[in-house]
Structures are given as C-alpha cells and as structure tokens.
C-alpha cells in the first residue's frame, strides 16, 4: 500500500500540474490525492502496529504528503477558480448595464 500511495501521490501532482493544459483532468488530482493520502494513512497504522514492513515508513509517509498537498492545492484551485469566474460574472453584469468604465 506504501508504493502505490506514493505513486499515487505522484501522480496526483503531476495531473495537478497539467491541469491548466488539459481542462477535463480538473478533478483527477483531488480524487488521486484523497486516496494517496488515505491509503498511506492505513500503510504507516500498518507499519506502527507490526504488520508491514518497517523499511516502507518513509515511503508512505511521502505518499501520504504529497496526496494532502495535491487535495490542498486543488481546493485552493476550485476556490480561485470559482472566485474568478464569478467575479468576471460580476463585472459582466455591472458593466453590462451600461455603468462607466472608471
């Protein structure tokens, strides 16, 4: 569970990273990062109670934080995402019904 957190992690910034190239991926880090961090969550419960392999500790530990840095960075996203277009929304309208410019 360790390696395929970190993959996952991996991944997730990576899809973060090109989702300004490629729109329809807009959801994909958030999704990926919820399960890197959830699946590296219950490796390291693993390793602490004896049942995994003690050398994987540092792997889970990375696949963990890079899945709550892509959920954090996505959300941060959808906020400024949002934000934007309601405030292009905003000024659209004001400036829409005939308001001056300055």
Same mark, same amino acid.
């Given at each position: 569970?360790?390696?395929?957190?970190?993959?996952?992690?991996?991944?997730?910034?990576?899809?973060?990273?090109?989702?300004?190239?490629? &729109?329809?991926?807009? &959801?994909? &880090?958030?999704?990926?990062?919820?399960?890197? #961090?959830?699946?590296?969550?219950?490796?390291?419960?693993?390793?602490?109670?004896?049942?995994?392999?003690?050398?994987?500790?540092?792997?889970?530990?990375?696949?963990?934080?890079?899945?709550?840095?892509?959920?954090?960075?996505?959300?941060?996203?959808?906020?400024?995402?949002?934000?934007?277009?309601?405030?292009?929304?905003?000024?659209?309208?004001?400036?829409?019904?005939?308001? &001056?410019? #300055?």
């Amino acid at each position: 569970m360790a390696v395929v957190s970190l993959v996952l992690g991996i991944v997730a910034l990576i899809s973060l990273l090109t989702g300004y190239f490629a &729109p329809f991926c807009i &959801p994909l &880090p958030l999704v990926l990062g919820v399960v890197a #961090w959830v699946l590296g969550k219950n490796a390291l419960t693993e390793i602490e109670a004896g049942q995994g392999n003690p050398s994987e500790k540092g792997i889970a530990q990375a696949g963990m934080i890079m899945g709550i840095i892509s959920v954090v960075l996505s959300v941060l996203g959808f906020c400024c995402l949002t934000a934007g277009i309601l405030g292009f929304l905003g000024l659209s309208a004001y400036f829409g019904n005939g308001a &001056p410019w #300055w």
